[in-house]
């Protein structure tokens, strides 16, 4: 594995657990220094005690992304800040009938509002660098309907949305901005699903579910000097669209 990214300090919201788990330890595999970001001091240690078996710098940093104020106070602690992985994010999935306002609500201010908020706090620190990279985690549901995953999936095309505009806002200062839209993979968040989710495996060209660390691939390649040519891009990390017929 290169080194590409010594010296550098990367944020990963979400980081205790599944895919922001793997993508940290993805980055601190590519000599990056971490930030783990996340609520649970259990999940943190654990994650803490990987990255320390890769010899990785890291310290964990905890914050509720459901309120802004704590928003801001993590980005102020965080610092200098190269790599930004908006990965955290919520899904309790109900139609549109069942969704509440409570719930509309949280989705909003985890999904979208945290990475905005995030963003608007970091990136210009990279931008007067010269250079950054911030990704965030999208998901099929942001183009392909789901019965039950109507308003996860608004946020997640939002956020998309967003990653085309703060591209065009930070490229000229030398700052990348992608997303990685992963497929149905196996995580904390998603094992409570239990059978019900292998069937969305088996609905991929693939024909199965993600490992995390198969999403924290394709992050980590769009946070690495790989990708140092794409911006506002969206890559499919999705198993493959099976054809009809
Ligand atoms: N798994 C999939 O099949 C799949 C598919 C497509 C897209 N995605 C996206 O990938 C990302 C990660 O998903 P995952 O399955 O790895 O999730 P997960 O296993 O449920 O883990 C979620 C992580 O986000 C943190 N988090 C959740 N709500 C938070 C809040 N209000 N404040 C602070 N931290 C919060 C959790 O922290 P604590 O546990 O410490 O509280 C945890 O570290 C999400 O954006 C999700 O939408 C996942």
């Given at each position: 594995m290169p080194h590409d990214l010594a010296g550098q300090t990367a944020l990963v919201t979400g980081?205790?657990?599944?895919i922001g788990r793997a993508t940290a330890l993805a980055l601190a595999a590519r000599g990056a220094d971490l930030i783990v970001h996340g609520r649970d001091e259990r999940r943190a240690a654990d994650a803490l005690r990987r990255l320390a078996d890769l010899g990785a710098k890291a310290r964990f940093e905890p914050a509720d992304l459901s309120d802004p104020a704590q928003v801001n106070a993590l980005a102020e602690r965080a610092g200098r800040v190269d790599i930004l992985i908006n990965n955290a994010g919520i899904f309790h999935f109900a139609r549109t009938a069942d969704t509440t306002p409570a719930a509309f609500d949280a989705h909003i201010a985890v999904n979208l509002r945290a990475p905005y908020l995030l963003v608007q706090a970091l990136a210009p620190g990279m931008a007067a660098r010269g250079h950054g990279a911030v990704v965030n985690v999208s998901s099929g549901a942001a183009r392909t309907p789901g019965l039950g995953s109507g308003v996860y999936g608004a946020t997640k095309a939002a956020l998309e949305s967003l990653t085309r505009v703060w591209a065009a806002e930070y490229g000229p200062a030398g700052v990348r901005v992608n997303a990685v839209a992963s497929g149905p993979t196996r995580t904390e968040g998603t094992a409570v699903h239990g059978e019900a989710f292998e069937s969305a495996g088996r609905a991929v060209a693939l024909q199965r579910l993600a490992d995390p660390e198969e999403i924290a691939g394709a992050i980590a390649f769009m946070a690495?000097?790989?990708?140092?040519?794409?911006?506002g891009a969206t890559l499919d990390a999705m198993g493959g669209l099976p054809a009809l017929g």
């Open positions: 980081a205790t657990a599944g690495s000097a790989d990708a140092s040519y794409v911006n």
